[in-house]
């Protein structure tokens, strides 16, 4: 009856032990066995015995995890008053540091973000903010990363998610980029008349030397054509010799001959060259007494 009792009584303290002193850790986690209050070890993922009653695990995850920051309000160089929001990815890098060294190593992370991007935004002027996101990334990413080092942290990557300014500052940029496009269009307005201008004058240019270049070749042909008439007659006239000039005074002559004019005056010569023909010399001889 007594072994009985015994056997009773060892089935119990292992029914209550044995749950105490199992822990199943789940990748990607990892565990940090507190003995008594104190670290003893670290666990790896798998199944594991610990001292029942005095010791504990605490899980940490060491996957990578997102996290979204809040909103935040930060001040120019040039007292300009944006809105940025900022995400990041970071991984637990060494267990015992991050339970045991900080109370809440992911919410000094956060702190020491905030911080650093109002001291880098902080130096730099509205422009430099707004075109150049990717250089803040960088510098973010570099002071956060010493920093969260002594937490037990790895920051992966930093993002400017949205940088917002004021309803003031828009308003402003608003309406200095209005002005842009309005001196924008009317510089081209003016570029293009002037274009337009210079455009038609050289049309106008172009037609007035086309028109006299026109001109000039005309005058040239007709030039040309009236030289090759002279050369043409003058040739003609060299072959045809004396007598086509003797033919053409004795025409003439006749006309005049045939005219209402009583009196003809010719020329000597003209007279001394009718007498060389013929038929003239006979009309010209006074007649035998």
């Known amino acids: 009856m007594l072994g009985l009792l015994v056997v009773i009584i060892i089935a119990i303290l292992l029914v209550m032990i044995l749950p105490a002193t199992i822990r199943i850790i789940r990748q990607p986690h990892q565990g940090v066995v507190i003995t008594l209050g104190k670290y003893e070890t670290t666990l790896a993922p798998g199944l594991h015995f ?29 007292n300009a008053e944006i809105e940025v ?9 060494d267990i015992q540091d991050f339970v045991f060294k900080n109370e809440d190593s992911v919410r000094s992370m956060i702190q ?5 991007l109002r001291g880098i935004i902080g130096n730099k002027m509205l422009d430099e903010v707004l075109n150049g996101t990717q ?16 937490y037990g942290l790895n920051v992966d990557r930093i993002n400017i998610d949205t940088v917002k300014p004021s309803v003031e500052i828009q308003d402003s940029m608003n309406k200095l980029l209005k002005a842009a496009r309005n001196r924008d269009a009317t510089v081209a307005e003016a570029e293009g008349y002037s274009k337009s201008v210079a455009l038609k004058n050289k049309a106008d240019n172009d037609a007035w030397v086309n028109s006299a270049q026109a001109k000039a070749e005309a005058v040239k042909k007709t030039a040309d054509a009236e030289a090759y008439r002279i ?4 040739l003609s006239l060299n072959k045809v010799g004396n007598g086509y000039f003797v033919s053409q005074n004795i025409e003439a002559f006749k006309e005049l001959a045939k005219s209402d004019a009583n009196t003809v005056v ?5 007279i001394d060259s009718l007498g060389q023909i013929p038929a003239i010399n006979a009309l010209l001889k006074p007649e035998a007494k």
């Open 50 to 78: 610990i001292k029942p009653f005095i010791s504990s695990v605490i899980r940490v995850s060491t996957a990578q995890q997102p996290l979204d920051l809040d909103k935040q309000v930060v001040i120019t160089k040039d």
């Open 112 to 116: 020491d973000t905030r911080a650093s």
């Open 85 to 93: 929001k900022i995400s990041l990815k970071y991984h637990v890098t």
């Open 231 to 234: 050369d043409a007659v003058n």
């Open 135 to 150: 250089e803040i990334n960088r510098g973010l990413f570099g002071e956060i990363s010493n920093v969260t080092a002594g």
């Open 266 to 270: 010719m020329p000597s010569n003209a």
